[in-house]
Nanobody, 122 residues
Framework: QVQLVESGGGNVQPGGSLRLSCATS????????MGWYRQTPGKQRELVAT???????NYADSVKGRFTISRDNAGSTVYLRMNSLRPEDTAVYYC????????????????WGQGTQVTVSS
């Protein structure tokens, strides 16, 4: 199995910054895409940012220019640097990873972290 552990959430004032981290462990041979979604009560989980193994990134329009997604050299930890935070960024942030369990299985399975709360408030 695969485990994802997030860290870095917390409370911050508007205009402030936070960096989220998500470390992947367990049984897998490779990871393709990793990324972050967020969810607020009563709403669907929404995409924040993704990064593929080749480094190509994708961002929600609402965070472009403020958030930056990156991965470590091993490709198993993903980060989300969040600058110029706004109250509307308040949500539970979830990371995910698309992992390949075996070299004999070309399918990638998606695993999720437990979520970390980000609250932006004065």
């Amino acid at each position: 199995q695969v485990q994802l552990v997030e860290s870095g959430g917390g409370n911050v004032q508007p205009g402030g910054s936070l960096r989220l981290s998500c470390a992947t462990s367990g049984t897998f041979v490779s990871i393709n895409a990793m990324g972050w979604y967020r969810q607020t009560p009563g709403k669907q989980r929404e995409l924040v940012a993704t990064i593929k193994r080749n480094g190509i990134t994708n961002y929600a329009d609402s965070v472009k220019g403020r958030f930056t997604i990156s991965r470590d050299n091993a490709g198993s930890t993903v980060y989300l640097r969040m600058n110029s935070l706004r109250p509307e960024d308040t949500a539970v942030y979830y990371c995910y990873a698309d992992t390949q369990s075996s070299i004999y299985d070309l399918k990638f399975n998606t695993y999720w972290g437990q979520g970390t709360q980000v609250t932006v408030s004065s």
